[in-house]
Nanobody
Framework: QVQLVESGGGLVQAGGSLRLSCAAS????????MGWFRQAPGKEREFVAA????????YYADSVKGRFTISRDNAKNTVYLQMNSLKPEDTAVYYC?????????????????WGQGTQVTVSS
């Protein structure tokens, strides 16, 4: 079992930055691939970014490529999402997710564990 707790969301103006954190419980965090997803009101949950167990491989949605950076610190059982040049369309609840294999996938169905989410609001 893995428990995930996100933090770092908030209200920011367009063009600003936020860094989300996801703290994971459990001694096997380093063997999990991790992902960030988001869900805006009235829309389906969508993939944002993912990182392999080692941190060597990352993958991004086209909508955030070049603006967001995913990283992890296995010693701290934490994964991060650095979000720069934020746009109003980035407004959503952001969720951290974990899957107990090494490889990255972009589908929500590929992840077994989810956090409770953190709200990000970008004003224009």
């Amino acid at each position: 079992q893995v428990q995930l707790v996100e933090s770092g969301g908030g209200l920011v103006q367009a063009g600003g930055s936020l860094r989300l954190s996801c703290a994971a419980s459990g001694r096997t965090f380093s063997s999990y691939a991790m992902g960030w997803f988001r869900q805006a009101p009235g829309k389906e949950r969508e993939f944002v970014a993912a990182i392999s167990w080692s941190g060597v491989s990352t993958y991004y949605a086209d909508s955030v490529k070049g603006r967001f950076t995913i990283s992890r610190d296995n010693a701290k059982n934490t994964v991060y999402l650095q979000m720069n040049s934020l746009k109003p369309e980035d407004t959503a609840v952001y969720y951290c997710a974990a899957r107990p294999v090494h490889t990255i996938v972009v589908s929500t169905r590929g992840y077994d564990y989810w956090g409770q989410g953190t709200q990000v609001t970008v004003s224009s």
